[in-house]
């Protein structure tokens, strides 16, 4: 009887230790299935443990190779443009997000209140097309003297962000796309899963990178109260609440207070952003 007691609290604590190293690798330290109501932020995964197409059928859906833009000539200078992208309603109800649209929303406010001239995707308008072209757009504005801001929140996977007709559109295609910019103040943020190689992929003299996840961490949507992603709505506290003007600090304090929120709500994360902007970056 000591034998088969034995054998069973040997078992119970394999199990349990799977447990805890299964829900501590990417998707926190805690099983979404033991979230309580009062708990009611949903994680946004790594879309590719969700993708259920065939292998044969993604293949076909992957943006890596692009060619550089040719910047505008002879354009006005000293012109602001931002391009806000917000995607929750993916193709097929099973990938749908909660508040990216929201993100995208409260973002385009910011920037135009900053001067910017915003174009805006959301949700079905945000497909792979629309947003190939809007990014072309964008980086062919990237002259000297003009300021570019881009904001994404959505599905991310493995440094990919992902458009509304479910393509994968890779860090590597971001960077050939600005790599002509002469734009010295530039500003991206990246709301999504998985997104942590866009901060070095697009690091360059002028820029700053703000990105809710590392390589192989989660970020989430937040709670009834926040209506934002968790690391959006901490950059939107900053902005309209503690009246940050620099994009710095207001990085900053997204990404302690998004820690701190996971620490009390058991989750693993790592925002962070990269700043190769001399000074401090006015939005």
Same mark, same amino acid.
């Given at each position: ?75 006005? /200078? ?7 992208? $917000? @995607? ?65 929140? $959505?599905?991310?996977?493995? $440094?990919? @962000? ?66 934002? $992603? !968790? ?13 940050? !003007? ?8 997204? !990404?302690? /207070? ?26």
């Amino acid at each position: 009887m000591k034998t088969q007691k034995w054998i069973k609290l040997a078992f119970v604590a394999l199990f349990a230790g799977f447990l805890l190293q299964s829900c501590s690798q990417e998707e926190g330290l805690m099983p979404q299935d033991d979230l309580t109501v009062e708990q009611a932020f949903t994680v946004r995964p790594d879309f590719a443990t969700i993708d259920d197409r065939p292998e044969s059928v993604i293949a076909q859906f992957q943006v890596v190779e692009t060619q550089p833009v040719e910047l505008l000539k002879n354009a006005a /200078k000293g012109a602001k443009f931002a391009l806000v992208i $917000g @995607i929750s309603n993916y193709s097929g109800t099973a990938n749908d997000l909660q508040y990216c649209d929201d993100d995208a929303t409260d973002w385009k406010a910011q920037l135009q209140a900053e001067g910017y001239s915003v174009t805006i995707l959301t949700d079905l308008a945000a497909t792979k097309t629309a947003i190939e072209s809007a990014i072309n757009t964008l980086a062919s504005q990237s002259i000297a003297g003009n300021e570019i801001a881009f904001v994404y929140s $959505g599905h991310g996977s493995k $440094g990919n @962000i992902i458009s509304t007709d479910l393509y994968y559109i890779n860090y590597s295609w971001f960077k050939t796309k600005f790599s002509t910019a002469k734009s010295t103040k530039m500003m991206f943020t990246f709301d999504a899963c998985q997104i942590g190689a866009m901060a070095s992929a697009l690091k360059a003299t002028g820029r700053v990178i703000a990105v809710a996840s590392s390589t192989n961490t989660y970020s989430y949507d937040g709670d009834a109260t926040m209506k934002n $992603g !968790v690391f959006t709505y901490y950059q939107m506290v900053g902005l309209d609440q503690l009246n940050y !003007v620099y994009f710095e600090p207001d990085c900053a304090y997204a !990404v302690t /207070k998004m820690k701190e929120w996971a620490k009390l709500n058991r989750v693993r994360v790592a925002p962070s952003y990269v700043d190769s902007y001399t000074g401090d970056l006015d939005i």
